[in-house]
């Protein structure tokens, strides 16, 4: 199991404070504070918090966007620090954005897929086979053509989506790019992410506080104040309601109905709610 | 205002369409120095007739062709007017007080007024049948070669295709924060020009911090798609010369060819 790890997050801490003569002495705030995480091909891991929780910073640290102060990231076993590396890293580790607006970069749907691809020099033929396969992996193939800007937000997400597999990662973290969209486009996007996961078996981090996201995920990591808090199954994680909601997450909608009721399941989805509900009743 | 046409360009699948961009660049600046290089009618007339040929070659609507002409109608009527008064050679029409018409003048400024027409309607043609993303491919191309200057070049380049992917982006973004200074009580119409200029700050304010947002997030976009710079970048799109390309290349060849024998054959206008 160790050579399987893609991505591996070694006690980093992270501050944005400037380093100067009064902070140098006091304990600097950290934004990512001791966070060890490991991710593992195939994965599929949710990681939420509210706003401030280190969420995103950690996302950043995935792929030597920003560099930990101390501990270590480690892409297929290459840390983070090694600048000579960096391309390699970005290639194995790709991040998608909140906005799909500002990682579009060129004017045509196709030409946008490809820019990845290009920049890491790879053969025309070689492009022009990923950008299709990419294109049709988000089901945006039809659209190649078009411009980004006549594209609803839903699919100028995909497209975004669509440009970072191009560059086929192993590992894919969404860094909250579902929260700027509309529910439709939400659902287009999620849909996108979970064929990611099954069909492509590419690692999905995807950083929310959407819980009806977190849900899908194999596992659901919780971040307070840039320490994790919970880390574990959806089914294990929503257990502790009374602390999430401490912290200011919600449960699933459908858990909380169900602890409302008094139930007894452990109850994650609108179907499960249903037949507990039912069960319960027949009882 | 999502529909806005940038660079106007009109596409289509003529002949001229699909040309390749760097030899519609190549040929559109050779045209425009032809074009200085006619120095009477007949040479002239070659010019006008070939740029008919184009234009009924792009299928592009005679209308929208006068339109690239409206916005310098002033620019050559005043060229116009200009050399009509100013030349003095040749026989006198008509003469009031210090102006005087002479033939050479009027002859002038016909010839004025056609190059410049000409002039503007080719490199519009340009415009018309090329998309901006390939413009400016084509020119990166183009200047590639150039080893010493090949990184300023893709610079541009992508500068200029950025431009051209955001310029949608920040008119909606525009017309949002209008909407909210407006719905705040903002008074953009009204006003002397002065007012109405000032009252544009605060819209321009938050456009421009929002923009500046926006490049920040692009680059950290870009970054992760492994962009950096030219050095050993390649695109998907090979361009390539077909036969169309060669025979546009000929046609401009003889054209030039003919120019240059009339302008010898025949008696200097200027």
């Known amino acids: ?283 | 205002m999502s529909n806005i046409t940038i660079g106007q360009f009109f596409p289509g699948n003529s002949v001229i369409h699909r040309m390749d961009p760097r030899m519609k660049l190549v040929l559109t600046f050779i045209y425009i120095i032809l074009i200085f290089v006619c120095k009477n009618f007949f040479a002239l007339g070659v010019m006008v007739l070939s740029l008919i040929v184009v234009i009924l070659l792009s299928k592009i609507p005679m209308k929208i062709i006068f339109k690239s002409v409206k916005p310098i109608m002033i620019i050559i009527a005043f060229t116009a007017v200009l050399n009509i008064f100013y030349i003095d050679d040749g026989d006198i029409l008509f003469q009031w007080a210090f102006l005087k018409v002479t033939t050479t003048g009027v002859y002038t400024a016909i010839f004025m007024i056609v190059r410049i027409t000409a002039l503007v309607i080719a490199s519009s043609m340009l415009t018309y049948t090329t998309s901006p993303t390939l413009i400016t491919d084509g020119i990166e191309r183009l200047l590639s070669p150039l080893k010493f200057m090949k990184n300023s070049v893709h610079t541009i380049a992508m500068m200029m295709t950025i431009a051209l992917r955001f310029i949608p982006t920040l008119v909606d973004e525009f017309e949002k924060i209008t909407n909210a200074q407006k719905a705040r009580g903002a008074d953009l119409e009204t006003g002397t020009l002065v007012e109405r200029a000032k009252a544009l700050i605060p819209v321009l304010v938050p456009l421009f911090i929002t923009s500046f947002r926006r490049a920040y997030e692009l680059a950290f976009a870009m970054e992760c798609r492994c962009y950096h710079g030219a050095e050993g970048r390649t695109r998907m799109k090979i361009m390539k010369y077909t036969k169309l390309d060669a025979v546009a290349a000929l046609f401009i060849f003889i054209v030039g060819g003919g120019v240059i024998a009339l302008n010898i054959f025949f008696e200097h206008l200027i």
């Open chain 1, 1 to 283: 199991m160790e050579n399987d790890i893609i991505l591996q997050f070694n006690n980093v801490f992270f501050t944005y404070d400037e380093e100067t003569e009064e902070t140098q002495s006091a304990e600097p705030h950290w934004a990512v504070k001791g966070v060890s995480l490991d991710v593992h091909k195939g994965d599929y891991i949710a990681v939420l918090g509210h706003n401030g929780s280190g969420k995103s910073t950690l996302a950043k640290l995935s792929n030597a966007i920003l560099i930990p102060d101390k501990g270590q990231v480690l892409v297929n076993g290459i840390p983070t620090t090694d600048e000579d590396k960096t391309m390699e890293i970005r290639q194995h580790v790709g991040m998608v954005f909140q906005n799909p607006d500002n990682q579009i970069v060129a004017t045509i749907v196709e030409e946008d897929v490809a820019f990845g691809p290009e920049n890491l020099g790879l053969k025309p033929e070689k492009i022009r086979k990923r950008v299709d396969d990419a294109l049709h992996a988000v089901g945006m193939y039809e659209f190649r053509e078009k411009e980004p800007h006549k594209l609803s937000g839903g699919q100028k997400q995909r497209v975004a989506i669509a440009g970072i597999i191009a560059m086929q990662p192993e590992c894919i973290v969404l860094d909250e790019s579902t929260a700027m969209l509309d529910p439709k486009g939400r659902k287009e996007v999620m849909a996108t992410i979970e064929s990611l996961h099954n069909d492509l078996g590419m690692a999905v981090v995807t950083i929310t506080h959407n819980m009806d996201e977190a849900v899908l995920a194999d596992k659901v990591v919780v971040m307070e104040k840039g320490e994790i808090l919970f880390s574990g199954t959806p089914r294990e994680v929503f257990k502790n309601v009374e602390e999430l909601r401490r912290v200011g997450l919600d449960v699933p909608q459908s858990t909380l109905l169900a602890m409302k009721l008094g139930l007894k399941d452990e109850v994650l989805t609108p179907e499960e709610c249903a037949e507990a509900i039912l069960k319960d009743w027949k009882k």
